[in-house]
């Protein structure tokens, strides 16, 4: 979508949506996995996934965010099923970020009681 090209030619909305969808659900996979490592007392192997989750989420939110820049310029945006599952994946993968830093936090004060 960076390539001035693309700009001018009109949106693969599937492809968008599969963009934002497969960068978020990476996003969202890290996360998931980050309370495992955190579990296991890996605070810092959790960490870095969380950051890596956040690399990836960062590219399917300006995917998102190229279509409403679009929208808001004038350039129709076609609302579709697939459209809203993109959008839905976003917004539950910035819900698991916040759990699972939570989690990471818990975890550690956990480890220290104990220790």
């Known amino acids: 979508m960076a390539d001035e090209n693309t ?6 909305m599937e492809e968008v949506c599969f963009q934002i969808i497969a960068n978020v659900g990476m996003a969202k996979s890290l996360y998931i996995d980050s309370i ?7 605070f810092d192997a959790a960490r870095q996934m969380i950051e890596q989750g956040s ?5 399917g939110h300006n995917v998102h965010l190229q279509l409403l820049a679009n929208d808001a310029g004038g350039k ?3 609302f579709s099923m697939l459209l809203m599952h993109a959008e839905d994946q976003l917004m539950g993968a910035e819900s698991f970020r916040i759990i699972a830093e939570d ?12 220790g």
């Open 7 to 12: 700009a001018e030619q009109p949106l693969d």
């Open 36 to 42: 495992s490592k955190a579990k296991e007392g890996d």
């Open 55 to 59: 690399e990836a989420y960062v590219e």
């Open 76 to 78: 129709s945006v076609n």
């Open 103 to 114: 989690f990471i936090d818990v975890y550690e004060r956990l480890k220290k009681l104990e």
